[in-house]
């Protein structure tokens, strides 16, 4: 597998594990030292200190679907850089009967295993605001 189609199996694999609230199978996709800089939030360091957020941000929603795109990757030994979009259906607690549909975009950084999977490092991550694609 190329490197470029194991970054796109990750983030197939990332989606997947966030739709499913699978936080055990999220664990695997994220380095120990991985930090997420969400808009207008501080950022979260750890991987233990950003599956709590995202189990705590999971009992707000339910994930009716999540992708995230990728667009562009560059990679240099065992670090890349890729570039994307993302796209969520949400279903929020607080009302349920109006899915709020999200698109945004991604910068990561992600880190090559020695056994050749790539797991994410580092995510930085924003929305295009009301109505954008």
Do not use: H
């Not at 009302?95 to 995510?123: C, H, Q, S, Y």
């Amino acid at each position: 597998m190329s490197d470029i189609d194991g970054i796109r199996q990750t983030a197939k694999d990332y989606a997947q594990a966030f739709q499913q609230g699978d936080l055990d199978r999220m664990a695997t996709i994220l380095t120990e030292d991985f930090i997420a800089m969400p808009p207008d939030q501080p950022a979260f360091r750890g991987r233990d200190c950003v599956l709590e957020q995202i189990r705590n941000d999971l009992k707000t929603m339910t994930i009716v679907s999540l992708n995230f795109e990728v667009e562009e990757v560059e990679t240099s030994s065992n670090l890349a850089c890729a570039i994307g979009r993302s796209r969520a259906e949400l279903i929020m607690t607080e009302d349920p009967d109006t899915p709020v549909e999200m698109n945004g975009k991604f910068l990561w950084i992600l880190r090559k295993t020695d056994d050749g999977r790539w797991l994410l490092a580092r995510d930085s991550c924003s929305g295009n605001g009301p109505g954008s694609e």
